[in-house]
């Protein structure tokens, strides 16, 4: 069973860096693009960063210039690093990635969530 598990939220000041890790587990064939997202209470879900398997990078507005996304294939992890957090920072990180798995001669592509990791900025 494919499985996507964050860590490394917690809570922080703001101005402080935080590196949240989303490590994929399972009968994993390849992973394409792989991505973190947010929510914060009341809101709707958003993109934070994405990364393809040719290590193209996007980013939301509210992040760019402030936090970097990096995956590392041979160890299906994607990191995202997170630099000058701000209060509005604050929120559920969530990772998510396009993994295809396979079992004998039976394949699956599927779009897959993590649990989420609560990210916490206050002075």
């Known amino acids: 069973q494919v499985q996507l598990v964050e860590s490394g939220g917690g809570l922080v000041q703001p101005g402080q860096s935080l590196t949240l890790t989303c490590t994929a587990s399972?009968?994993?064939?390849?992973?394409?693009?792989m991505a973190w997202y947010r929510q914060a209470r009341g809101k709707q879900r958003e993109l934070v960063a994405q990364?393809?398997?040719?290590?193209?990078?996007d980013y939301g507005d509210s992040v760019k210039g402030r936090f970097t996304i990096s995956r590392d294939n041979a160890k299906k992890v994607v990191y995202l690093q997170m630099n000058s957090l701000k209060p509005e920072d604050t929120s559920v990180y969530y990772c998510?990635?396009?993994?295809?798995?396979?079992?004998?001669?039976?394949?699956?592509?599927?779009?897959?969530w993590g649990q989420g990791t609560q990210v916490t900025v206050s002075s």
């Open positions: 998510n990635a396009d993994i295809l798995s396979g079992i004998g001669n039976t394949y699956l592509s599927k779009n897959y």
């Open positions: 399972g009968p994993i064939v390849d992973i394409a693009s």
């Open positions: 990364i393809t398997n040719a290590l193209d990078t």
